[in-house]
């Protein structure tokens, strides 16, 4: 009862909740056909670069902040590293770590201080652990249809002020 308590008076202590996306990096990169071209003509560096550049603008429309975890498996060298690139969170789980579990574990960490969640994975077993700690669940396409909205309203913001 005591923690319930304090988490009641932490979240009216808050002006605001913080909006968190948390992103599962290569379930979408190897959903969205745009993506999946850039794995064949391109490389895996590229298709997270492209992906990265989407959601940051998808951060600056919707406000939320963004957080994307990739699988170090796939990059050795970047293991266990976390940036910010144009605003969004870039994570990459240590060497023999899952992005699941590192999704997990952010999910768990923000929901307990209050923020509202967004997971968008298209993995079921993801979406269903995510859902029974109390967070939402987008799939990877409707992730990639806020997407295309928020660079359509970003295209539209910048016209108006041309």
């Known amino acids: 009862m005591q923690s319930r308590t304090r988490r009641c008076k932490d979240l009216r202590a808050r002006d605001t909740l913080v ?10 990169v190897h959903a969205w056909q ?5 794995l064949t003509t391109a490389s895996l560096e590229a298709a997270r670069d492209e992906l990265i550049r989407r959601l940051s603008v998808l951060g600056m429309v919707s406000g939320e902040e963004v957080t994307v975890v990739f699988d170090a498996h796939h990059s050795e060298a970047m293991s266990n590293s976390e940036e910010i690139v144009d605003g969004v969170r870039v994570v990459f789980t240590r060497k023999g770590h899952s992005a699941d579990h590192s999704i997990e574990r952010l999910a768990y960490r923000a929901g307990e201080s209050g ?6 994975t298209s993995d079921r077993f993801q979406r269903d652990v995510v859902r029974g700690m109390g967070g939402a669940v987008i799939s990877s396409l409707e992730l990639e249809r806020r997407v295309i909205d928020a660079e359509q309203e970003m295209s539209r913001r910048v016209r108006r002020y041309q």
């Open 34 to 38: 745009s993506l999946k071209r850039l």
């Open 115 to 120: 923020d509202v969640i967004t997971v968008a």
């Open 19 to 28: 909006q968190r996306l948390i992103v599962d990096g290569y379930n979408v």
